[in-house]
């Protein structure tokens, strides 16, 4: 499963990806929002940082503004895939920019009928939140076994990717469940890392190495 970066924030991508666990971004309007600089501005940064997917949103709200805005996105950088909020405008959007070579990340996904439409219309990603259901007492983990069972069926080139995670066990059970990529930011990446374990056994394996070289008598 590739996991992506849920942040616009530069620093902190260039904190995590010399680690080599990270194949994109995402971003969106609340994330670039909380950056000072330009957005186009941070977006190239963010795609010469990270040199995979880099999603980055529309805001207009018709399917003709959020053409002509995501081919500005997309032509800033080849790593830009055009975020598009689902609905009609988002579909007929998505279309017309996949026919033009543009790689869509269709978000803000809630039902698999949703994922589906996106689908059809050629989008690249499908972005079902699954905190945001959580935080409406509605498993969102279910809505990535259906969709993920729905994509096995037929031969669609659209991938999964997981979004609004919040913990952990959200990105395990993804990857449990066949999901193509999963966007966390980067406190629940910080997170996979920690295993209480791993701490006391390094520290035991150090403390017997330094007890064994200490000169005897
Ligand atoms: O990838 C979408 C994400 O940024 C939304 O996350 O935590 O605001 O639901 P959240």
Redesign the pocket.
Known sequence: MKLFA?TANVEELEALVPLGIIDGV?T?P??LAKAAADPRAVLKRICDVVGGPVSAEVVATDAAGMVREGRELAAIDPHVVVKVPFGKPGVRACRELTEDGIRVNV?LIFSAAQALLAAKVGATFV?P?V??LDDVATPGMDLITQIVDIFQNFPLSTEVLV??T?GPMHIVEAARLGADVC?C?PKVIDALFNHPLTDIGLERFLADWARARQPVG
Do not use: I, V, Y
């Open positions: 849920d995402t969106n609340s994330l978000t972005s939140f905190g945001r979004a609004s919040r966007t930011p």
